[in-house]
């Protein structure tokens, strides 16, 4: 059916997706019925859900990013986060609002942004809502994974003692990076076989406020983590060098930089870190302890308390790539 | 934490939703991690997946309706649609962009809309994302379900000679009712225990166009559908006073009614109509036909095509409601 405002209706892109996306065995039926339906996951294992909003001028800028960007961003975030669950991907559910000027041009961009990262992680298109409006871009993914124990890992099984690790460099993403988020489901899944993960978070909101949520949901811990042993990444450099702040600061406050922060027995770290999974990368960055808040050391041992810079999606102004000031 | 731009920041507001969430036996893991954790249907069930996401200006007049009826229609829209399914409600996940200048107390709102739903349908809210911004108020909600056998009940399941049963009277909810639909998940329910459901929709697009998805998934199929049959709503009857145009025709093309559209053989029809579930409300409005099309048969036998006029979602206008003119 073509709509009356333009050359693709619903009904047609719809028809469109449906062909594109890819099957998954959980899948028993996607798009195209009043809601998708599921197969349960195999026994023993749990279903993880999980839901973000995107908008542009937010979290992407669309006249200069595109909307194959847009797209692709979208659902690795969502991957990303059921990555920091330890859990397999199954599906995802697209609802999104088209400005209306150029709708089917920029749905084809989302799905165009969309279509590769569903194939490599074997991820059904099950589902959505397509609108048009007046308004700016918004794309809200939900996806659907499978945790098989000892997953799904929590925020909450941090303990004292433990060590912090995450799997990259940290900081300055608003310069582009964050729209190209490499979601860490295979090292998640390698880092669950290899060791036991006790806590386990993807850095979206920088890693001082991240490892902050794992030590609140953890009954209230803390950690020291070693200035000199965060690895800082070249676009945290390079924006300290406009900021006015440190290249450290960056790492610790900056969000988006999707990549994630374990927390794992002191024997787990050594082991990981003398021999990581394939394709894991792995920087020790401190250590959780009783007391709260997070402390940071200097090589001559002073410490100071770290002042949590996260994202807060809520109170953070316009900036796309959100970083809270 | 507060966030900077308001007296409430995002982490704030999840705590306060955690509160109110109510539980789900299925919800191991509700709001507060990077994702939530179900534990497995029952055995023999499938899960239903739905997302549906909703625009101000569009779905609904923020300024003119609030933002309590903004959150009931938000989540009662996809209620319907598990129970277009014959499915059994668990947990929503709530996505929302929330104008700044307001974020709190649309919020609340949003919430207050939301809560009595959760209850009286036992749904857990068991996470969600929170974002403000400058643009209009989106709500993006996604609701899962658990689906028992011989639920769920698809689209795809029409035979020639079934009759069509709609749960109660169409056309007009423009004028108000498609602010405060009664998702018909009970109903639905119980007509899956009394009768043998060979298809079953949700009217949102309007009698002739969700027939009309019935008929194509079911493999190009058609219905005659009795004028004098159709129960038309008062509504339709107010609204065509003013639009020139019928209340049959309101009745038949008019959206967001969220009334029941069932196919059942004919056996089930009569029991059915003769003995309606408790609660259960029933009209017969026609038949299925091998042939494709709908055609409306006046009393005097004499029959003429229906012309959809369905609301498609990408190419109508900006009225909220809906309607493709």
Redesign the interface.
């Known amino acids: ?6 050359p ?4 047609e ?1 719809i028809r469109r997706i449906r062909g594109m996306a890819p099957a998954h065995p959980s899948v ?2 996607g798009i ?10 195999p026994a023993g ?9 995107l ?1 542009d ?2 979290h992407f800028l669309l006249d200069e990013c595109g909307p194959e960007a847009a797209g692709y961003k979208s659902l690795a975030v969502n991957l990303s ?2 990555a ?2 330890a ?1 397999r991907p199954v ?1 995802a ?1 697209v ?4 400005p209306k000027r150029s ?1 089917e041009e920029i749905a084809e961009g989302l799905m165009a942004g969309m279509a590769p990262l569903a194939n490599r992680f074997s991820l059904a298109l ?11 871009l ?1 794309v ?1 993914v ?1 996806v ?2 499978e ?1 098989s124990p000892p997953a ?1 890992v ?3 099984g941090a303990r004292p003692g433990d060590v912090v690790l995450v799997t990259g460099p940290l900081g300055g993403s608003i310069l582009g990076r964050h729209l190209r988020p490499e979601p860490r489901v295979a090292e998640a899944l390698a880092l669950l076989e290899a060791a036991e993960l006790h806590a ?3 850095l979206s909101d920088g890693l001082a406020s991240d490892l902050g949520h794992v030590l609140d ?1 953890s009954g209230g811990l803390g950690a020291s983590l070693d200035a000199h042993s965060i690895p800082i990444h070249p676009d945290a450099e390079r924006l300290a060098s406009r900021s006015g702040r440190s290249p450290l600061d960056h790492a610790l406050g900056d969000g988006e930089d999707f990549e994630l922060c374990l927390v794992v027995p002191p024997e787990s770290a050594a082991s990981l870190l003398r021999s990581p999974p394939p394709g894991v990368t792995l920087h020790r960055v401190g250590e959780i302890e009783p007391g709260p808040g997070i402390r940071l050391r200097d090589r001559d041992g002073s410490t100071a308390p770290v002042r ?1 810079r996260g994202f ?7 900036e796309a790539g959100g970083h ?2």
């Open positions: 059916m073509t709509a009356p405002g333009g693709l209706g619903e009904f892109l028993a039926l195209g019925d009043d809601a998708a339906v599921l197969r349960p996951p294992s749990s279903t993880v859900v999980t839901t973000d909003l908008l001028g937010r986060d059921v920091a669950m859990a599906a559910f609802a999104v609002a088209l709708a099950a589902g959505g809502d397509t609108n048009a409006w007046d308004g700016p918004v809200c939900t659907i994974g945790a799904p929590l925020r909450s386990l978070i993807d949901e949590v807060d999606h809520l109170g953070a102004g316009g809270a000031g």
